[in-house]
Nanobody, 123 residues
Framework: QVQLVESGGGLVQAGGSLRLSCVASGRAFSSYAVGWFRQAPGKEREFVATISRSGGSTDYRDSVKGRFTISRDNAKNTAYLQMNSLKPEDTAVYYC????????????????WGQGTQVTVSS
């Protein structure tokens, strides 16, 4: 079992930045690829970014490329999502998830989920 806890969400103006953290406990965090997902009200959960077990490979949805950066520190059992130049359309609950396969892009295949953290971007 892996337990994931997200933090770092909040209210920010358009153009601002936030850094989300996802702290893992339980089984070896470094054994899992990590994905960040988001879900806006009335919409399906969607892929945002993913990182491989070692951190050597990453991928992003097109709409966040150049603005968001995913990273991880396996020594701290933590993954991060740095979000810059935020837009109102980035408003959503953000979730981290762990998958034993990379890339971690499909919500239905994730093995473990965090509880989510709210990100609200005002215009």
């Amino acid at each position: 079992q892996v337990q994931l806890v997200e933090s770092g969400g909040g209210l920010v103006q358009a153009g601002g930045s936030l850094r989300l953290s996802c702290v893992a406990s339980g089984r070896a965090f470094s054994s899992y690829a990590v994905g960040w997902f988001r879900q806006a009200p009335g919409k399906e959960r969607e892929f945002v970014a993913t990182i491989s077990r070692s951190g050597g490979s990453t991928d992003y949805r097109d709409s966040v490329k150049g603005r968001f950066t995913i990273s991880r520190d396996n020594a701290k059992n933590t993954a991060y999502l740095q979000m810059n130049s935020l837009k109102p359309e980035d408003t959503a609950v953000y979730y981290c998830a762990a998958d034993n396969r990379y890339p971690a892009v499909a919500p239905k295949y994730m093995d473990y989920w965090g509880q989510g953290t709210q990100v609200t971007v005002s215009s």
